[in-house]
Structure formats: C-alpha cells, structure tokens
C-alpha cells in the first residue's frame, strides 16, 4: 500500500517541516487553513478531494493543484536526511520560537530552519537590530554599515542580516569582529552557503551566531524567496536601517516591510550624487524612516518605545508613498527569475 502524507507527518512539528517542502513562503491560503485547522489536518486536505475551510470547491482544488506534492517516501527520506544533518526545525510553540513573527499573522512562516544558536531567537525584539541595503555598496556605506553594526554589538545587541554582498555581509563581518551575535536569515537553505564567495562568513555565523531560514534545506534561491525574506528581515528586530540602496534594491522591500508592521524603519543620508543614496533619501523624503546619522542617532531608533503595533497607533506607521510603492513593485520584477538568482543580484 502505497503511503501517505499522514503517514509520514503525523505530528505538527513534521507536518510544518512538510508544509515548508511543498508550499512557497508567505502564501495567505496555506497559512489561513493552518492557522485554523494546523498542519497535519492541513496535509489531510491537501492529499483528499472534498471542501477546505474558507475555499470553494474550485478553490480548493487549484490550491491543491499548486502544491505540487511529491511521493510521500520522497518526503519521509528528506525528512530523516535533515534530522540527521543536525539542522534544527523551529515551530511556534518552541522556547526559541520567535514570538515578534507572530505580527506577519496569515503570511508568518510555517517553520524556522536554524543552523547555529537558535537561543538567539528568543531574545527580546528590542534586542534586534536588522541592518541592510545595497549589495554593490560604496566605500562610504561599507564604513558606515561597520560602524554601526559595531555600534550595535557594543550595547550587547544582535545584528540582523542576510549575509549578501555589500551591507549585509559588512555588518555581519563587523559584529563577528566584535565577538557579539549575529543572525543571517537567509533564502535558501541553510546547508547552501549564498552568495558562495561568502561561504566563509556564513560558516563563521553558524558557528558563532545563527543561520535561520523558512525553506528547506537544500533550498535554492529564488525571485519569490528573496522577496518574501524581506518580510522576517523586518518582523524579527526592533528596527531597520537602511544604509545604502538604489532605486531597485531589494532592501527598500525591508523597509516596506518593517513599516507596514509597525517596527522604526531608520535611513542614511548619503551624496546627492550618488547611485546609492537614492533609497534611503526616498525613505527620508516619504516620511517612513528617521534620518540614522551617526551611532546615537542609531540608539535613539532602537530604544523608543516599541509598544505600538499594527493598528495601534497610526501616526508611528506610514504607508508607504505611491513612488515609494511603484519603486517596490519594479524592484520585485527585476529579480533574477526562478529557479536560481545570480550572484549579481541586487
């Protein structure tokens, strides 16, 4: 007899590991029949014809047709691979779950995959600082990036990542310089060191730090995993700057992201002349980011009051303007298209 879905994940730790096989980040449908039903019901669905909550029957079957699900002994053998690889799978619920990722509600991931200190995860949000922008950076933004991520490290908080090229990879290298904490959230697997000239960086973060993505291991990156990292980037830390980025960098995304939720969204001003400030003195202009001068500036973002939340107090998160939101939606097309991105990627 031929085995099923169920028969391979029959608790919700491994039916969210599956889930995270099979379906592609942030999707609303998936997340909204888990939230009220949990993942191994979720899979029952997803394997037998008939009605899903909140779907019509039409409904039902193209997101059932989207899933795309392999054999069931396919999965079963990526599962006892993972688990004997040592990377760990995170569920809400876990002492380490991140609860600040609660905030992306139907679009909060299914499950974290951790390399690392997966303890860092449970520190207080305030504790978090994500730092990023443009992967072909300045001189001047690499500094700056150093600057304030050592600035970061030195008031015992954690750097925020995503170990690209540029800003990323310059503050991560500045904290582990430091001997503090950082966390890179990655869009692929964290197996799959990405960029690979930065495989050394990566290693060195998972060794000392932590390595954290919502796919699988042996994940590639993709155009749509790239964009949907953006939202973790932003929920999991207190604040966001933005320290270089042009008119198509990705790391405007993070922004939007942080800014939609409620998190302090913080930019660096740079020469009118230059390629790189066009994001952040966007950010500036619209009104979605206070101006990140210098490392006190840096301290003020991060230590306001981080109660307010979604709805709850308006004048402290902007919608984005419509520029700012054209500029977004051009920086999604551009993205290196699936399966795989380039290392050039901005």
């Not at 930019?267 to 990140?292: C, E, K, N, Y």
Request: proline share 6%; with cysteine.
């Amino acid at each position: 007899m031929m085995a099923s879905l169920s028969d391979v994940a029959n608790d919700e730790r491994t039916a969210r590991m599956v889930l995270s096989m099979l379906v592609v980040p942030n999707d609303p449908v998936t997340r909204r029949i888990l939230s009220r039903l949990g993942a191994v019901e979720t899979l029952w669905l997803a394997e037998h014809d008939g009605a899903a909550v909140g779907l019509s029957p039409v409904d039902a079957q193209v997101w059932r047709d989207h899933l795309r699900v392999p054999g069931a002994n396919e999965l079963a053998a990526r599962i006892d691979q993972v688990q004997q690889s040592g990377v760990r799978a995170l569920i809400p619920g876990d002492n380490d779950w991140p609860t600040a990722l609660d905030d992306l509600g139907e679009v909060a991931p299914y499950v974290l995959w951790t390399r690392g200190a997966s303890s860092f995860l449970s520190r207080p949000m305030r504790d978090l600082v994500t730092i990023t922008g443009a992967r072909a950076c300045t001189s001047y933004g690499e500094y700056v990036a150093r600057e304030f991520a050592s600035s970061v490290a030195a008031d015992e908080r954690v750097v925020v990542a995503g170990g690209a090229y540029g800003i990323e990879g310059a503050s991560q290298q500045a904290a582990l310089a430091a001997g503090r904490d950082t966390i890179a959230i990655l869009a692929n697997g964290v197996d799959r060191p990405y960029p690979v000239g930065h495989r050394d960086l990566l290693d060195r973060v998972a060794d000392v730090g932590l390595l954290v993505s919502e796919v699988p291991p042996g994940a590639v990156p993709t155009r749509h995993r790239v964009i949907a990292r953006a939202r973790l980037m932003a929920a999991l830390s207190s604040a966001t700057v933005i320290v270089e980025a042009g008119s198509r960098s990705g790391s405007l995304l993070v922004a939007q992201r942080a800014a939609e939720i409620g998190r302090r969204v913080g930019a660096v001003p740079g020469p009118v002349t230059s390629a790189a400030s066009v994001g952040p003195h966007r950010l500036l202009r619209d009104g979605i980011a206070s101006l990140v001068g210098d490392s006190s500036d840096l301290a003020r973002l991060v230590e306001r009051d981080q109660t307010p939340r979604v709805g709850l107090d308006r004048e402290l998160v902007r919608p984005p303007s419509p520029s700012l939101t054209r500029t977004l939606q051009r920086a999604g097309q551009r993205l290196t298209p699936e399966p795989e991105l380039s290392e050039s990627f901005e």
